[in-house]
């Protein structure tokens, strides 16, 4: 008989909050990294911060890679499968992809001319103003590069391993409208197809299935995925929009 197992199980809601634990601190210590900014001198500190921040999220990917093995191993052994596996732990990102990255993050720092019409309103305000957007901006980037690789040290062993056989995302209660669409679908990414889709920010997780296994989703995303077939199913090329709107009505989401 098969065993159950779901996106709303205590492991998986484990995992999730280790990993948001773990991007907190990298938060905490990215805040740290400001005063090598010197606003007098943005063009020769950036770069120097860029570096720093570089070095935490490889610091902080490793971590997180070897919290997804921990987790991916001890819901291996809860299936109860057999033959042995060593998880593949994913390695950094490209240093191009970082730096790309905190370069968009802290684009408008540099001065531009508040007549020229190209200026945008968020380049017009205050440079202490800009500063803590760029802040802003470059921890959510950081948050998303290190937790994709939690989230792709779980894919990839499920690709590897030949006693798993789909995986499915975990997406927290608070979690906004498009993953809560993605989840929805339940167990249907299988080894060797789609990649997790993931915005700045995104805290959602991967829950390994295994042989003998069979998933089943939560309450809470039963709940989103009839919200989705009553109120946004039927309306091609809108369902987003509409299922943004009944989570929302429904209490499922913050009005906007």
Same mark, same amino acid.
């Given at each position: 008989?098969?065993?159950?197992?779901s996106?709303g199980?205590?492991?998986?809601?484990?995992?999730?909050?280790?990993?948001?634990?773990?991007?907190?601190?990298?938060?905490?210590?990215?805040?740290?990294?400001?005063?090598?900014?010197?606003?007098?001198?943005?063009e020769?500190?950036?770069?120097?911060?860029?570096?720093?921040?570089r070095?935490?999220?490889?610091?902080?990917?490793?971590?997180?890679?070897?919290?997804?093995?921990?987790?991916?191993e001890?819901?291996?052994?809860?299936?109860?499968?057999?033959?042995?596996?060593?998880?593949?732990?994913?390695?950094?990102p %490209?240093?191009e992809?970082?730096?790309?990255?905190?370069?968009?993050?802290?684009?408008?720092?540099?001065?531009?001319?508040?007549?020229?019409?190209?200026?945008? =309103?968020?380049?017009r305000? %205050?440079?202490?103003?800009?500063?803590?957007?760029? =802040?802003?901006?470059?921890?959510?980037?950081?948050?998303?590069?290190?937790?994709?690789?939690?989230?792709?040290t779980?894919?990839?062993?499920?690709?590897?391993?030949?006693?798993?056989?789909?995986?499915?995302?975990?997406?927290?209660?608070?979690? $906004?409208y498009?993953?809560?669409?993605?989840?929805?679908?339940?167990?249907?990414?299988?080894?060797?197809?789609?990649?997790?889709?993931?915005?700045?920010? $995104?805290?959602c997780?991967v829950?390994?299935?295994f042989?003998?296994?069979?998933?089943?989703?939560? @309450?809470?995303?039963?709940?989103?995925?009839?919200?989705?077939?009553?109120?946004?199913?039927?309306?091609?090329? @809108?369902?987003?929009?509409?299922?943004?709107?009944?989570?929302?009505?429904?209490?499922?989401?913050?009005?906007?």
């Amino acid at each position: 008989m098969a065993t159950l197992v779901s996106d709303g199980g205590s492991s998986a809601g484990r995992q999730r909050r280790t990993q948001r634990g773990l991007t907190r601190l990298l938060a905490r210590d990215m805040r740290g990294l400001r005063r090598i900014i010197i606003p007098s001198r943005l063009e020769a500190t950036v770069p120097d911060w860029i570096a720093a921040v570089r070095a935490l999220v490889d610091q902080y990917g490793a971590a997180s890679s070897t919290l997804a093995a921990d987790y991916y191993e001890a819901e291996r052994v809860a299936a109860r499968v057999t033959g042995r596996f060593t998880v593949p732990l994913l390695g950094p990102p %490209p240093e191009e992809q970082v730096s790309n990255s905190l370069r968009w993050a802290t684009k408008d720092l540099w001065p531009r001319d508040p007549d020229d019409p190209e200026t945008t =309103e968020a380049q017009r305000e %205050p440079l202490d103003v800009r500063l803590e957007q760029a =802040e802003k901006k470059a921890e959510a980037v950081a948050q998303k590069l290190v937790a994709d690789q939690g989230r792709g040290t779980v894919q990839e062993a499920v690709r590897r391993d030949s006693q798993a056989t789909a995986w499915a995302r975990s997406a927290a209660l608070g979690a $906004c409208y498009f993953c809560k669409a993605l989840a929805i679908r339940g167990a249907v990414y299988k080894q060797d197809t789609a990649n997790f889709r993931a915005h700045d920010g $995104c805290h959602c997780g991967v829950v390994p299935v295994f042989k003998g296994q069979r998933f089943e989703l939560s @309450d809470h995303a039963r709940e989103w995925e009839r919200l989705y077939r009553e109120f946004a199913a039927p309306h091609s090329g @809108d369902q987003l929009r509409r299922f943004r709107l009944a989570l929302a009505e429904h209490g499922h989401l913050p009005a906007l």
